[in-house]
């Protein structure tokens, strides 16, 4: 497996941003549904595993893409609470692949100053994995690029209800009271405590559909659907997506256009 490109801030290696982006008004936080590998890799005859990984490929690719080009944040949806009922031997294979890539890549990731953190329930994943999950937070906590978060046993409704029992097992210690609870509240109860919410969702292999990601942190992100599978994602389908945000007039349910 390839290691990620040469450290961005090389400015000899950076890939330069698209004369059409405009640099102002690229979001700041972009979330990514990377649907499509199976479908890709059965369109060239292959195993679905073989799709997984050349996910990947495409994944680091954007992650490279996005730094270079100034985005602030990029949050993957890597692996669903849903995704366990997919037969035994894929989810073994995806288990493995992710422990495979966080110790080849861990290196480059921190001298590419990537901060990396994985949301979801991680405590239902192989003690192997979690292991180097945790290892890979906190050497790359204190790094100043990149937020990169991957979503890992992951889903909205039940990070949803785990913020509520939270706020509610406060309220019975008279912390605070339920009248008091308000979407800030609730906001720093979720995996994504901290963060800015996504300003753009992309979607591959042209699903229309959000499938239980970050249920509260999308409310106002622009969509953009694409039919290109997700091992297929480049920098031509990258710029697409911000074009397509770029076009957009955000009014946030008011009138006029949101200025940033």
């Not at 994985?118 to 192989?126: I, S």
Request: proline share 4%.
């Amino acid at each position: 497996m390839s290691r990620l490109p040469a450290t961005s801030t090389d400015t000899q290696t950076r890939a330069p941003r698209p004369e059409a982006l405009d640099q102002s008004r690229l979001p700041a936080h972009v979330a990514v549904i990377m649907d499509g590998n199976g479908r890709w890799a059965k369109s060239r005859g292959l195993p679905r595993v073989m799709g997984h990984r050349a996910g990947v490929e495409a994944l680091k690719t954007t992650l490279r893409l996005c730094s270079d080009w100034g985005i602030q944040a990029l949050t993957a949806y890597a692996f669903s609470t849903e995704n366990w009922s997919r037969p035994g031997d894929e989810v073994s294979f995806l288990m493995t692949l992710f422990e495979r890539v966080l110790k080849s890549e861990l290196k480059s990731l921190e001298k590419e100053r990537v901060r990396i953190r994985f949301l979801g329930d991680l405590d239902g994943l192989p003690d192997g994995l979690q292991a180097l999950i945790t290892d890979a937070m906190e050497r790359t906590s204190e790094n100043q690029g990149i937020q990169f978060n991957v979503c890992t046993n992951y889903g909205g409704r039940r990070e949803l209800v785990r913020a509520a029992q939270r706020l509610a097992e406060r309220a019975v210690r008279g912390e605070l009271s339920p009248q008091s609870i308000d979407e800030n509240h609730l906001a720093a109860e979720l995996f994504t405590a901290g963060m800015e919410d996504p300003d753009l969702l992309i979607r591959t292999s042209g699903e229309q559909r959000i499938s239980n990601f970050l249920l509260w942190q999308l409310a106002y992100a622009e969509i953009h659907i694409t039919d290109v599978h997700w091992p297929d994602f480049d920098a031509q389908a990258l710029t697409q997506a911000l074009l397509d945000f770029q076009s957009r007039n955000r009014r946030f349910g008011g009138l006029e256009p949101i200025k940033s």
